[in-house]
């Protein structure tokens, strides 16, 4: 084997690592992409029940002062 044959086999091994490389690296970025989304939606879900939270939170609150009224 010729040194241009080393060098041409190494140089396609190269671009095969490359490519390789550069689709790992967008199936990364689409997973990145995807997790952020999903990560959105939970701090949109988190809110929501915090929301709901709240409200019966002050649900009870009126009623504990109801039946602390009626007791006296």
């Known amino acids: 084997m010729t040194v241009l044959d080393?060098?041409?086999?190494?140089i396609s091994q190269m671009i095969q690592?490359?490519?390789?490389?550069?689709?790992e690296l967008e199936s990364?970025?689409?997973?990145?992409?995807?997790?952020?989304?999903?990560c959105e939606l939970k701090n949109q879900e988190i809110d929501k029940l915090s929301e709901e939270n709240a409200l019966k939170d002050l649900e009870i609150e009126d009623i504990l002062n109801k039946i602390e009224s009626i007791l006296g």
Request: charge should be positive; avoid cysteine; glycine fraction near 0%.
């Open 17 to 23: 690592e490359r490519e390789t490389l550069q689709n």
């Open 6 to 10: 080393k060098l041409s086999e190494r």
């Open 28 to 38: 990364v970025r689409n997973e990145l992409v995807a997790l952020k989304a999903n």
